[in-house]
């Protein structure tokens, strides 16, 4: 499920290194490594908790990247949702 979402995260990442925008850049990285580091899905709990509090970092992203990270945003609700709905169907 999360192949779905490391290429937006990854582009993310690519912009900001070109924005040179070190502290969202270091937010973004470790919310990458915490999903990279899953191997249940119970583990991206974490990560998929912390993606949402972008919006209250302050951060000051340039157009594109605050496209880019709308999108992420959308394709890791989407993933949650189904991983809630998956963990409801098996209780």
Same mark, same amino acid.
């Given at each position: 499920? %999360?192949?779905?979402?490391?290429? *937006?995260? %990854?582009?993310?990442?690519? =912009? ?6 070190? /502290?969202?850049? *270091?937010?973004? &990285? /470790?919310?990458?490594?915490? !999903? &990279?580091?899953? &191997?249940? @899905?119970?583990?991206?709990? /974490? @990560?998929?908790?912390?993606? @949402?509090? %972008?919006?209250? =970092? /302050? ?15 959308? +394709?890791? =609700?989407? !993933? *949650? ?6 963990? +409801? %169907?098996?209780?």
């Amino acid at each position: 499920m %999360t192949r779905e979402l490391m290429p *937006a995260l %990854t582009e993310l990442e690519e =912009q900001l290194e070109r924005d040179r925008d070190a /502290g969202t850049l *270091a937010f973004f &990285r /470790g919310i990458v490594a915490a !999903i &990279r580091a899953a &191997r249940e @899905p119970e583990d991206l709990a /974490g @990560p998929f908790l912390e993606l @949402p509090r %972008t919006a209250f =970092q /302050g951060f000051r992203l340039i157009a594109s990247a605050a496209t880019l990270v709308d999108a992420v945003l959308e +394709r890791a =609700q989407s !993933i *949650a949702l189904t991983l809630s709905a998956d963990a +409801r %169907t098996e209780h």
